[in-house]
Every structure is written in structure tokens, then in C-alpha cells.
């Protein structure tokens, strides 16, 4: 199937999202999309000082040669997060007080207000956002325009993130990352000319973060398989069906090669449609984002910075591919099941261990919160092993179907020029260990560790990873 045939057929099953257009040179359709999409209305240009010469300037003529000029606001600042002071900022940009804006992005002891209070009445007044950046950008234009009722235009300027195209903006918020729901961009328009011109390191990133999917898909399908979290086939299809496509030219995305860089584009779009199909991130994070998270709620840096989401899902993803090839040696049909659910520990007690696991975490009741929603009776873990055993050998072959080896994922992102060592974040070993029960816990979403945990064989598929031989064998702490 051709890139417009997918993509035709996945924005049928995108809620939010109307236009998406990809190819070198499609920015000059802004103007024209803004026009069909926005009759009327004013738009303001929101870049920063590396989007603004990328693309940002050359869309402001766009826009004055068609007839509608448009206004711009620049961020001032080389390095910037999602955080909620921006947010407030952009609220200003849309209202028109762009020198409000301005005060807000300077003010550097800013006290955050509360995001309940956010929300306006829409206006035809207040300017349609034309985000042109990355992943910050997009995200803080994505929450300003549904807290004024409004849609707004995305011009991607690097393929770093699925976010362009996903509900919700992660944001910091109250000193934790927190995901504020909102509505996809009604538009993207993608100009490859732009994004395959992005600094390597946020392509290889992007890279990283499509790459997840394929631990990903994996977990959902012992989700799946666990009743727990059915597979929802249209989500599941325009992305998973093409995945291992879009991921076959990693020296491509290492040279800035237009076709592969639009694939990878590609890719991450259509997992951000899934995650829209869907109404839940599924399909595209599973384990293999949760150390990222990890690493964002304690704020962690390396050489005094922080580290790109998909940098530090490129080492979630490697790890989660080792646990598969552990799992894959074992041989479950095999099972004891009497003995795993005579093993099972209560509701209780697995809510006294996540308490003492996240008891000096920076959300210190998130893992009582989660295992509470996520766990099963012993009739139910029962059931669960059965079928599992029953099971295996077929379920066995589908699941080494999608998930990569370690060793392929790993030379895939050495080829991309992504992380494929945890010391290239600041990470050792022993801490990408010493994650492992706080993953298995902090989301209530059924991943590989809780079947494992059911089965008995949690210590069977996380030890040998960190053991000598293994993916990360912490004797050869680099
Ligand atoms: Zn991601």
C-alpha cells in the first residue's frame, strides 16, 4: 500500500485529526488549509529560535503572499520544556496579549496557576496557532487551543516524537510529568524538506520512539491474550502492519535520506492515529516508555541535561526486548499452575509492597494506586495461567514474530544513531535494575512483569538480563 492509501485509510479512524499532508515542499499548503479550516479567523506563527529559521520565516511569507498575513511569536530560549509556565505563556499568544506572553516567558520565578482554572469561553477574537517545532511546541499549542475551544495547524520541523499526532500533551506540571487531555491537531502538515534537515539526534530519537512499538504490540498482546486489555483491531492494523517497514532503513534516518525520514514521519503519525483509534496510549508505549518516565519524574540528567524523550525510550526498548528473549527460553508449557496461584499474594500485601517500593519516590502513592487497579483475584490468575499454558507453543511463535531480537534492536539503533548502551544517557545497569519493580508497578496497564509475576517466573525472565551473558550483565558496566 502507498503512504497516501494508509494514510487516507487511517484518518478514518482518527477522531481529531482531518488533514494530514506529507511530502517535500507541502508546506506552501498552509495557507490554503488555514483558509479552508479557519475561514476568517486570525492565526498567529508560535516557533522558537532554531524553528523560526528552519521553517517559521518561510511560512510567515506563505502565509503574506497568499493575501492572509499572520502574526509570530518567537521563543526566546535555546532549551525549553513543557512546562506549565509556557503553557500559560501560549494562552496569552492565542488571547493576541503577545507582550503578556512575553512578561510570562521571562519572569524566571514564576509561580505556576492552576490548570483548573485555564479554560475560556472561545472566542473569535483569539488567534488559531500555527505551531511550527518540534514535540514542546506542538504539545503547548495542542492544550492552549482546547483551553480557548478551539483547533489549531501543526507544521512538524523533526520526526523526534509520535506526539504530533496523539491526544493529550505530556507537560510538567506541579514538578511531576503529568498528561493533560486534549484533542489531536486538526491539520499536519509534514514538509519533509524541513524534518529530514532536523539535527540527527532528533530523527535518531524519533527513531527510538517508533521502534517501542514493536515491544509494545508485543505486551499488548499478552494483554490481549489475558483478557485484560483487548486488541482493537483498526488500531492495532494501521500501524503494526507496516511497523517493521518503517523501521528497515536506519542508515537512511542516519543520513537525513528524504524517504526514509518520511517513512520514519510516517510511522510515528500513524501510531499517534492508533493512539486516537484506540482513545489510549496501547498502542504505542508499554514497559519500554515507563523507565523514560522513571527517568522524567526524578528529573534526570546526564552532562547537566536533560535527555530526549526518545533517547530514553531507546533504552526501555532494548531492555524490554532482553526480557522477551528470556522469556523465549522458557518453556511454560510447563507450568506449574497449582503452585503459582498457591504463590499469589493478596490485594494487601501487594499493596504494602508497592508502598515500599515508591515510598521515596517522587509519587510515593502511585504504585498502591496502580497495582489496585490492575490486580487479579487467585480464580482469576488461574484462569489466566491456563490459557497461557495452553496456549504457548502458538502464542510463543506469534509474540517472536513481533518483538525484535536485543542484539537486532540494538545494532538497529546503533546504525540510526541512537542510544544502544544506557551509559550513552547516564544510566548504569544496576539502576536500569533497580527500575524494574517501580515499571512493573506504576501503571495499571497489564504489561509482560504482571504475567510474569502471575506465573511465577518474574525472577526467570528480569535476572538473566543483568546476569553474566545477559543483555545489560553488569559486570561489564561501562
Ligand atoms: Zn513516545
Avoid at 20 to 44: D, I, N
Avoid at 254 to 267: N, Q, S
Avoid at 377 to 392: G, Y
Avoid at 455 to 473: H, K, L, M, R, T
Wanted: aromatic letters at 10%.
Amino acid at each position: 500500500m502507498e503512504a497516501k492509501e494508509r494514510i487516507a485509510n487511517s484518518l478514518k479512524f482518527a477522531t481529531d485529526t482531518k488533514v494530514f499532508e506529507m511530502g517535500q515542499g507541502v508546506a506552501a499548503l498552509a495557507p490554503k488549509v488555514f483558509a479552508e479550516l479557519f475561514p476568517g479567523r486570525k492565526g498567529v506563527i508560535v516557533a522558537d529560535v532554531n524553528t523560526w529559521p528552519a521553517l517559521g520565516e518561510k511560512v510567515e511569507a506563505l502565509f503574506a503572499a497568499a493575501g492572509n498575513p499572520v502574526e509570530k511569536y518567537i521563543i526566546d530560549k535555546q532549551e525549553f520544556h513543557a512546562e506549565w509556565k509556557y503553557v500559560e505563556m501560549v494562552d496569552k499568544v492565542v488571547e493576541g496579549d503577545f507582550a503578556a506572553a512575553k512578561a510570562i516567558e521571562n519572569d524566571e520565578n514564576h509561580v505556576e496557576a492552576d490548570a483548573k482554572q485555564a479554560f475560556r469561553e472561545p472566542s473569535d477574537k483569539n488567534y488559531i496557532l500555527i505551531s511550527v517545532g518540534s514535540g514542546v511546541i506542538n504539545d503547548l499549542c495542542k492544550l492552549c487551543s482546547h483551553h480557548h475551544g478551539q483547533q489549531y495547524l501543526t507544521l512538524p520541523t523533526a520526526a523526534s516524537v509520535d506526539g504530533y499526532s496523539s491526544f493529550g500533551s505530556s507537560i510538567s506540571y506541579q514538578n511531576a510529568k503529568q498528561t493533560f487531555t486534549c484533542p489531536a491537531p486538526v491539520a499536519i502538515i509534514a514538509d519533509i524538506d524541513v524534518i529530514a534537515a532536523a539535527p540527527k539526534e532528533m530523527t535518531a530519537a524519533g527513531y527510538a520512539d517508533l521502534a517501542a512499538k514493536v515491544p509494545a504490540g508485543a505486551e499488548w498482546m499478552v494483554a490481549d491474550l489475558m483478557a485484560a486489555e483487548p486488541i482493537i483491531p483498526p488500531a492495532w492494523h494501521m500501524l503494526q502492519d507496516y511497523l517493521d517497514d518503517f523501521l528497515s532503513n536506519p542508515a537512511g534516518v542516519a543520513a537525513g535520506d528524504p524517504k526514509a525520514v518520511a517513512d520514519l514521519f510516517e510511522g510515528l503519525t500513524l501510531s499517534g492515529f492508533a493512539m486516537q483509534a484506540a482513545r489510549s496510549s496501547r498502542p504505542a508505549s508499554c514497559c519500554d516508555h515507563l523507565f523514560s518516565h522513571i527517568l522524567d519524574m526524578t528529573h534526570h540528567r546526564f552532562k547537566g541535561k536533560l535527555q530526549s524523550h526518545g533517547f530514553q525510550v531507546s533504552i526501555g526498548t532494548l531492555t524490554m526486548c532482553a526480557v522477551f528473549d528470556e522469556l523465549f527460553k522458557l518453556d511454560l508449557t510447563k507450568l506449574d499452575v497449582d503452585a503459582a496461584v498457591a504463590a499469589w499474594p493478596t490485594l494487601e500485601s501487594e499493596q504494602q509492597r508497592a508502598l515500599a517500593i515508591f515510598k521515596n519516590f517522587p509519587a510515593p502513592d502511585l504504585g498502591y494506586t496502580q497495582i489496585t487497579m490492575k490486580y487479579d483475584a487467585a480464580r482469576n490468575v488461574r484462569l489466566q495461567l491456563n490459557v497461557l499454558k495452553d496456549k504457548w507453543p502458538a502464542f510463543k511463535k506469534a509474540l517472536q514474530g513481533q518483538v525484535w531480537p536485543f542484539a537486532k534492536m540494538q545494532e538497529a539503533f546503533r546504525i540510526a544513531g541512537a542510544p544502544y548502551d544506557p551509559s550513552q544517557i547516564g544510566v548504569t545497569r544496576q539502576m536500569l535494575k533497580d527500575m524494574f519493580p517501580t515499571v512493573q508497578l506504576m501503571r495499571f496497564r497489564y504489561n509482560v512483569l504482571d504475567l510474569a509475576k502471575r506465573g511465577g517466573f518474574y525472577d526467570q525472565i528480569v535476572e538473566p538480563v543483568f546476569a553474566a551473558g545477559g543483555a545489560w550483565d553488569l559486570a561489564k558496566e561501562k
